[in-house]
């Protein structure tokens, strides 16, 4: 038995950044030997198994023949007589197909670091074709190599267009593709993820709504200008994605455009937190950067809108989207700050004590919160 660590481990090692998770292989051993040793078996019939101590995940060497659609129409054969090379050979780009013995020698069978030193996306073998997921994976790490001046290799591009061009994409389940999007926008440049996916035909077929973006705007000019400026402000991608969003409904009516996120949202099945924010972002992203000189009955309307009174927390994010899209000003929190400040001091009981009740007591609330919003 013989055990490497294999995958993003060894790629970020080599490129000196941070390694959070460590996968391993497993070479001349059974699904029998490994659960002698302790290790769970993370399914019934995938060769995984995680280690009884440090939880961390070791898989048999196994070959895998396409036997369906989609990422999951694989079959798949662990043996101990599966080499390590024939492993690697599976894995779709050549800098995630390397290993790293015990001894710390790196076994590099497709030249991954040659492609890391060149700063290369390219794929190990044919077999790439035949797992659409890979179409997104790859613009995902072009997103997050993209400042190192990594670049997809014409031949992969050209596979991942084939892929476009055929069925496979459809047949990707919402959660997959959702998971490598939300982890994509949350990289150093998510601009990068769109406009790959772009080039290759994946958008036409998984994000239709992000056509738009690039039929007015042929080179993404104005999209990449909004992600640059919000993605250092964004949490795991969110105001990325409200900006995104925002832009690919820019030419709709207000209620067109929320019902375009409702529906991209569900077919996605993304969090609740992101359809919300981004459909508050698209609705009043203009009117929050004209706010000094809006009347006091709109601005609150704005407030009584994004439920600002009780949900406070949530205007940061949106003023992030505000600065990105519409170049707000800095100071415009700081307003918002002494604003909800002062209505949130005009307490009902005062209110009570001075005769109001009822209708009557709702209506007057409304008429003083207007008034301090008229002042600020």
């Known amino acids: ?15 000196n950044f941070p390694v959070y998770d460590k996968d391993w292989v497993v070479v001349g051993a059974t699904a029998e030997q490994m659960l002698e040793q302790g290790f769970q078996p993370v399914g019934k019939d995938f060769p995984v198994f995680i280690h009884p101590k440090t939880g961390e995940e070791y898989a048999l060497a196994r070959t895998e023949r396409k036997s369906g659609k989609g990422y999951t129409g694989f079959q798949y054969f662990a043996a101990p007589d599966v080499t390590l090379e024939e492993d690697l050979c599976r894995r779709d780009l050549t800098i995630n197909a390397m290993a790293q013995s015990e001894e710390g020698e790196i076994i590099d069978p497709y030249h991954g670091r ?3 030193e060149q700063r290369i ?3 190990v073998s044919p077999a790439f074709e035949e797992d659409p997921l890979r179409v997104l994976r790859v613009a995902r790490f072009a997103a997050r190599y993209e400042h190192l001046g990594f670049q997809v290799a014409d031949e992969t591009l050209q596979l991942m267009r084939k892929l476009s061009e055929s069925d496979e994409l459809e047949h990707l389940t919402a959660e997959r593709v959702w998971k490598e999007t939300e982890r994509a926008l949350a990289e150093d440049t998510p601009y990068t993820y769109i406009d790959l996916l772009q080039r290759c035909g994946a958008n036409a077929v998984l994000f ?4 738009s973006l690039f039929s007015s705007d042929a080179d993404g000019t104005r999209l990449n200008e909004v992600l640059r400026a919000v993605q250092p402000l964004s949490t795991g991608g969110l105001e990325v994605f409200s900006c995104l969003m925002a832009l690919a409904t820019a030419q709709q009516t207000t209620e067109q455009a929320a019902e375009q996120i ?3 949202c569900q077919r996605l099945r993304t969090p609740k937190a992101w359809q919300e924010q981004a459909q508050q972002v698209r609705r009043w992203h203009t009117a929050l950067s004209q706010f000094d000189q809006l009347s006091g009955p709109e601005r609150f309307e704005i407030i009584q809108a994004l439920d600002l009174l009780r949900r406070p927390q949530r205007l940061v994010g949106i003023l992030h989207c505000c600065r990105a899209l519409d170049n707000t ?16 001091a005009l307490m009902p009981a005062e209110l009570i004590k001075e005769g109001f009740k009822g209708k009557a007591l709702g209506e007057e609330i409304a008429r003083r919160r207007t008034e301090i919003c008229s002042r600020i």
Do not use: C
């Open 1 to 15: 038995m013989q055990i490497y660590l294999v995958g993003g481990a060894v790629r970020d090692q080599l490129l």
């Open 114 to 116: 040659q492609d890391l």
């Open 121 to 123: 996306l390219r794929h």
């Open 208 to 211: 239709p709504e992000w056509q």
């Open 262 to 264: 409702q529906d991209f």
């Open 329 to 344: 000003s800095e100071k415009l929190a700081d307003t918002f700050e002494a604003l909800l400040e002062r209505l949130n």
